[in-house]
């Protein structure tokens, strides 16, 4: 920890992830964001990292191993399928690793749902985009009434999916399903990712059918609603656009508008991942920080 109480961080990915979550590190007045790293020196999210001041590299995962001062948090917005190793280089260096990827290889954190416990986890998993939409609600609506099944639906404007998420949609979909299994506890899960080529592009968007017991519309609307607020509270653009039960069976549609930073407004699935994934990182932060003083106390 920096003597200001920061925290130091480095983005591992230099895609539109990588780049968008540089922007909102260097807002924040939890993290001292140092590092952007890439592979290749035309990417041009390097290009736009250097724009914005920051030091980058193209040394890839060796230019966080190999340093005399570790990082306190490493976001890692590569691919699933290489964070596993990832992880394994970071561990011997008491860095907390946030993973972006849909790898499932750490503990899968939602911040409303289940935030604190990512303060005793080194490898945070973040689900996917779809998942930090839909679980919020989901999960209120599950510790009320049983849900038998969970459809759910996501839309992401094709212009706002990079590589690494393409490389990745298997991952994605059954990362998803697992999380939202685990998360409400219904044991019929399904998982929908639509990749929309619409133009002008579609705004990020998530719909969920859910069956269960005993579902009414007076119920599920507030436990939607309020669950909703929570999300709010860091990711200003979610809104809850549809929300009807019929015959015990409820359907729930929410969008999410990206705002500010270097992201198109339609471009949503990136603003609440990586919003979700800040907001843990600023409360590990204000965690270390608290046990900080109390040691000096």
Do not use: W
Not at 141 to 158: F, G, I, M, N, Q
Not at 207 to 226: F, I, R
Not at 268 to 277: E, H, L, T, Y
């Amino acid at each position: 920890m920096n003597d200001d109480g920061r925290l130091s961080v480095a983005v591992l990915g230099a895609g539109l992830i990588g780049v968008d979550l540089a922007a909102k590190a260097l807002r924040s007045g939890a993290l001292d964001l140092r590092l952007i790293v890439g592979r290749d020196e035309r990417t041009p999210g390097l290009r736009q990292a250097a724009r914005l001041g920051l030091r980058t590299s193209t040394d890839g995962i060796r230019s966080l191993t190999e340093t005399d001062e570790p990082f306190d948090i490493v976001f890692d917005a590569t691919n699933a399928m290489s964070h596993a190793r990832h992880a394994e280089l970071l561990a011997p260096l008491g860095t907390t690793l946030i993973d972006l990827t849909p790898s499932r290889v750490g503990q899968m954190v939602v911040p409303t749902v289940n935030g604190p416990a990512a303060a005793a986890c080194t490898d945070v998993n973040m689900v996917s985009c779809g998942g930090q939409a839909s679980i919020p609600l989901l999960h209120a609506v599950s510790r009320r009434h049983r849900l038998d099944y969970v459809e759910v639906v996501t839309t992401a404007a094709t212009l706002s999916v990079g590589r690494s998420t393409r490389l990745n949609l298997d991952e994605y979909v059954e990362t998803t399903q697992d999380a939202v299994r685990d998360f409400t506890g219904a044991k019929d899960v399904k998982s929908i990712l639509n990749i929309s080529p619409a133009r002008p592009p579609a705004t990020f968007r998530v719909a969920m059918s859910l069956y269960g017991d005993n579902l009414t519309q007076e119920s599920v609307s507030a436990l939607v609603e309020n669950a909703a607020a929570g999300v709010r509270a860091f990711v200003g653009g979610y809104d809850v656009t549809a929300c009807t039960v019929n015959d015990g069976r409820a359907f729930i549609a929410v969008e999410v508008t990206a705002r500010g930073d270097r992201i198109p407004k339609y471009a949503g699935n990136i603003d609440i991942i990586n919003s979700a994934a800040l907001h843990i990182a600023e409360q590990y932060t204000a965690g270390r920080r608290a046990a900080v003083e109390r040691e000096r106390a």
